[in-house]
């Protein structure tokens, strides 16, 4: 490609990869500004960091758990020793088009009466940074629960992420994004997700050890009004996340009843008729 003329500018692609609408607009300055006239102003892209911790209320993204603590812990509206709940999502989704899937998810969780720690990036990154006390993995966990949208396209097994995992002992549950239907396509769609999907969506995450797979957020059209044109954004399906709370208010106080007191349903798939079957 660069012998056919192709230009690869890492100064343009550092606005192309964080798509805010600052950096969109002086994207289009800075192509200006260096293949027409080099006096047309820009300012510099904001990059944003590989890892970090996002939570809408701050001014700015968190680079460790200890400082979201402090800022977390002095928002006298959250109870102090409330469940914490670990959100994992990727990093391209810290944009404004995919942060209004997130934004509403954080604000049901706080309103539901649990503490909230956002986070992106790599799995085993984030796993090993955020999801702890302290910088390495082996320490105390910082949270009761997980909701992930990770471990789609890397699975938790093998690795130092598959220690990380074991140490953190805590239930994660499986969000899923819509990519391949809108939100109104797959409640019309008695099929629901595609096959495809299933397989990166609900498969590979259960490798994982992921649990109660939940359709939290996919796409929905909307028109531009200085277009014409349409657009997408995703957006949550709150049906599906307000019962999801519900789930995690349950989950966490199954988790600290002792084991004596617990009832355990086993169901077997009996195939052909008769005892024969039963191990």
Do not use: C
């Not at 942060?99 to 790599?122: A, D, M």
């Not at 200085?226 to 957006?235: H, M, P």
Request: no cysteine; charged share 25%; aromatic share 12%.
């Amino acid at each position: 490609l660069k012998k056919a003329g192709f230009v690869f500018n890492s100064d343009i692609a550092a606005y192309y990869d964080y798509r805010t609408p600052g950096n969109v607009r002086n994207l289009v300055f800075r192509v200006a500004n260096l293949a027409i006239d080099g006096k047309i102003p820009f300012e510099k892209a904001v990059v944003l960091p590989e890892k970090g911790i996002y939570h809408p209320d701050a001014d700015g993204i968190f680079a460790n758990f200890a400082d979201f603590e402090r800022w977390d812990l002095q928002r006298e509206h959250l109870e102090p020793d409330a469940p914490r709940i670990g959100i994992l999502f990727y990093r391209s989704y810290v944009s404004p088009a995919d942060l209004q899937s997130i934004v509403p998810l954080v604000r049901l969780l706080e309103k539901s009466g649990f503490r909230v720690l956002p986070t992106f990036g790599p799995e085993s990154s984030v796993v090993s940074d955020f999801m702890f006390k302290g910088a390495n993995g082996a320490k105390e966990p910082a949270v009761d629960f997980i909701l992930s949208y990770l471990f789609k396209f890397k699975g938790g097994i093998g690795g130092d992420i598959q220690v990380y995992l074991r140490n953190l002992n805590v239930p994660i549950i499986n969000l899923i994004r819509l990519y391949y239907n809108d939100i109104e396509g797959w409640k019309g769609d008695p099929k629901g997700l595609s096959p495809a999907a299933v397989s990166w969506s609900i498969a590979i995450p259960e490798l994982s050890g992921l649990i109660e797979p939940t359709v939290a957020s996919g796409r929905t059209k909307d028109l531009d009004l200085a277009s014409g044109g349409e657009t997408a954004v995703y957006e949550p399906v709150m049906e599906n996340l307000d019962l999801l709370a519900a789930r995690m208010k349950k989950w966490i106080v199954l988790r600290k009843k002792p084991n004596k007191d617990k009832k355990i349903a086993i169901l077997f798939y009996n195939h052909s008729q008769g005892k024969q079957n039963i191990g």
